[in-house]
């Protein structure tokens, strides 16, 4: 790896750290908030980093590191731990900590707006000619400039990523649970059970990829146009 990868790298891992770190914190605020102190007796409300890491050493350490080795982006999870017999009891309290999730991701999508507005305001940063995941907005400078466009992309790119994917309603991601927010408590317990089967999550998980080839695109094109109104990046 030459050192502008690893620099790279660096920026990616840790606008992952911070995202997953928010999701996962968020998830167990709201679920404390509601009741459930089952993340927070395990060191999950907080966005340190760490307490997440190891939870799930694999989904935060080896497999970002190991799909930035190998295809030059990052990929991979973490976990809050809820009662089951909670989520069963208050359905809509736990679609609410479903959702807490990517709402976080939405809000770091949105300081990453604000971040960008401010460096164009000020001169440091530019609308790209042509924008790319990596690329949403461009330095006029090198050096701080250029690490400044970099961290702002990604946190804006993978956030909108990380929100979009999570609320798409199929199982185990976060959406599927705040279904339960459009149902009546009886409906919102039976599809829950549904949704427990790791045969379904298994199904959920293979049809959300395949769904999300289709909407990711049209979707990072949307938000871009409305970073950018006027611009018409196609």
């Known amino acids: 790896m030459n050192p502008e990868l690893i620099a790279t790298g660096a920026v990616w891992y840790i606008v992952f750290l911070l995202s997953l770190t928010c999701h996962e914190a968020s998830h167990a605020l709201v679920a404390k908030w509601g009741g459930d102190p089952t993340a927070f007796h395990s060191g999950q409300v907080t966005l340190n980093p760490i307490p997440h890491m190891r939870r799930e050493p694999f989904g935060t350490i080896v497999v970002p590191l190991l799909s930035y080795a190998i295809g030059g982006w990052m990929i991979g999870w973490g976990s809050a731990p809820y009662d089951p017999a909670w989520q069963y009891n208050h359905p809509r309290r736990a679609a609410w900590m479903a959702l807490a999730g990517p709402l976080a991701n939405i809000a770091l999508m949105l300081v990453a707006v604000a971040g960008i507005h401010v460096g164009i305001f000020t001169g440091v940063l530019a609308a790209p000619e042509s924008a790319r995941f990596t690329h949403v907005v461009a330095a006029q400078s090198r050096g701080f400039g250029e690490g400044l466009a970099m961290f702002l992309s990604v946190l804006f790119s993978l956030n909108l990523l990380l929100a979009a994917f999570n609320l798409l309603p199929v199982p185990p991601l976060d959406g599927n649970t705040a279904v339960g927010l459009l149902l009546s408590e009886g409906a919102a317990r039976r599809f829950a ?38 611009l018409g990046y196609h």
């Open 193 to 230: 059970a549904l949704s427990h089967d790791r045969a379904f999550s298994l199904i959920g998980l293979l049809v959300g990829w395949k769904l999300f080839d289709y909407i990711f695109s049209p979707l990072f094109r949307l938000a871009l146009n409305l970073l950018y109104p006027g």
